[in-house]
């Protein structure tokens, strides 16, 4: 009798935990850690320094296309490790999406917080500004930068945290008026407490959850942004390596060696996947409405 009954415990068990972790988000946040420990471990990871030239050894194709174990994903046209790169990619892609995700959040809660609490004309110039913001395509404005000022890994990630911070102003200053609407917020600051206090610790916490949603969706748009930049040729310069400078690179040897190009790609894609898939989640999590 308690064997038979606890076979639907089990059942149920099983059913609750599969809701709770779909199995394909399990798999985006397994690929995600380990974009991360790849990103954090670069330099004890790759077997060879990612810019280490050996033309004897140009070329040469990855395990299981003929290729030995010591390159185990190839060689580039200069005789590079194709792994080594790889990993550096990866670590240079993730710091630029990660800054400038950051940048974005930060400026753009900070500016929707400075409109809901002024209103009048300064919120009417912020707003303007997000509406200009939101009307002129990113890459065309950063091509212009780029060029203008030259190129740097700095101005790199500042230019990548001006990208998509109007979502988090239009964000935080609808909440924030939503919340100043409630009454919790009016309450704390009459009982004395400073602006800072009221918007950090007591608006900032109960509009994180959104906040946090909108950064997973920025952070693959800005991977993409790189990448496409990178591609160009206007984003990260060498000798440094990124996801999106190994594709351009690897476009002119598309039909002679496909490797040094599908495996960036191949990242590019499953991260920018994976961190949907979170965001996605984290949503239906998060967000009381959709429970």
Same mark, same amino acid.
């Not at 030239?53 to 060689?75: I, M, S, Y």
């Not at 000798?239 to 594709?247: E, I, K, T």
């Given at each position: 009798?308690?064997?038979?009954?606890?076979?639907?415990?089990?059942?149920?068990?099983?059913?609750?935990?599969?809701?709770?972790?779909?199995?394909?988000?399990?798999?985006?946040?397994?690929?995600?850690?380990?974009?991360?420990?790849?990103?954090?471990?670069?330099?004890?990871?790759?077997?060879?320094?990612?810019?280490?030239?050996?033309?004897?050894?140009?070329?040469?194709?990855?395990?299981?296309?003929?290729?030995?174990?010591?390159?185990?994903?190839?060689?580039?046209?200069?005789?590079?490790?194709?792994?080594?790169?790889?990993?550096?990619?990866?670590?240079?892609?993730? *710091?630029?999406?990660?800054?400038?995700?950051?940048?974005?959040?930060?400026?753009?809660?900070?500016?929707?917080?400075?409109?809901?609490?002024?209103?009048?004309?300064?919120?009417?110039?912020?707003?303007?500004?997000?509406?200009?913001?939101?009307?002129?395509?990113?890459?065309?404005?950063?091509?212009?930068?780029?060029?203008?000022?030259? /190129?740097?890994?700095?101005?790199?990630?500042?230019?990548?945290?001006? /990208?998509?911070?109007?979502?988090?102003?239009?964000?935080?200053?609808?909440?924030?008026?939503?919340? /100043?609407?409630?009454?919790?917020?009016?309450?704390?600051?009459? *009982?004395?407490?400073?602006?800072?206090?009221?918007?950090?610790?007591?608006?900032?916490?109960?509009?994180?959850? =959104?906040?946090?949603?909108?950064?997973?969706? =920025?952070?693959?748009? =800005?991977?993409?942004?790189?990448?496409?930049?990178?591609?160009?040729?206007?984003?990260?310069?060498?000798?440094?390596?990124?996801?999106? /400078?190994?594709?351009?690179?690897?476009?002119?040897?598309?039909?002679?060696?496909?490797?040094?190009?599908?495996?960036?790609?191949?990242?590019?894609?499953? =991260?920018?996947?994976?961190?949907?898939?979170?965001?996605?989640?984290?949503?239906?999590?998060?967000?009381?409405?959709?429970?």
């Amino acid at each position: 009798m308690t064997a038979i009954s606890s076979v639907p415990l089990q059942r149920s068990r099983r059913s609750r935990f599969l809701e709770a972790w779909p199995p394909l988000t399990l798999v985006a946040l397994a690929w995600v850690a380990l974009m991360l420990v790849v990103a954090l471990g670069a330099d004890f990871l790759s077997p060879f320094h990612f810019s280490a030239l050996d033309l004897r050894a140009r070329l040469q194709p990855p395990v299981g296309f003929g290729g030995t174990w010591k390159h185990a994903l190839g060689t580039d046209e200069l005789g590079r490790d194709v792994l080594s790169r790889l990993i550096v990619s990866i670590r240079i892609s993730v *710091l630029i999406a990660f800054f400038g995700t950051l940048i974005a959040a930060t400026l753009g809660t900070t500016l929707g917080f400075v409109a809901a609490h002024f209103r009048g004309r300064v919120e009417w110039l912020i707003l303007m500004m997000i509406d200009f913001q939101a009307s002129v395509p990113f890459l065309i404005v950063a091509l212009a930068v780029l060029a203008f000022f030259g /190129n740097s890994l700095v101005l790199f990630v500042a230019l990548m945290g001006l /990208n998509s911070w109007e979502r988090y102003a239009r964000i935080a200053r609808g909440l924030t008026i939503s919340a /100043n609407e409630q009454g919790y917020a009016g309450a704390i600051r009459q *009982l004395g407490a400073s602006s800072w206090r009221v918007y950090g610790i007591h608006v900032l916490p109960n509009i994180a959850s =959104t906040l946090i949603v909108s950064m997973t969706i =920025t952070f693959p748009e =800005t991977i993409l942004l790189e990448s496409g930049l990178s591609f160009l040729g206007l984003g990260v310069q060498p000798p440094l390596s990124s996801l999106g /400078n190994m594709v351009g690179y690897g476009r002119e040897y598309l039909t002679r060696a496909s490797w040094i190009l599908l495996f960036p790609s191949a990242v590019i894609i499953l =991260t920018t996947l994976s961190i949907s898939i979170i965001g996605d989640w984290l949503r239906d999590r998060l967000d009381p409405t959709l429970r």
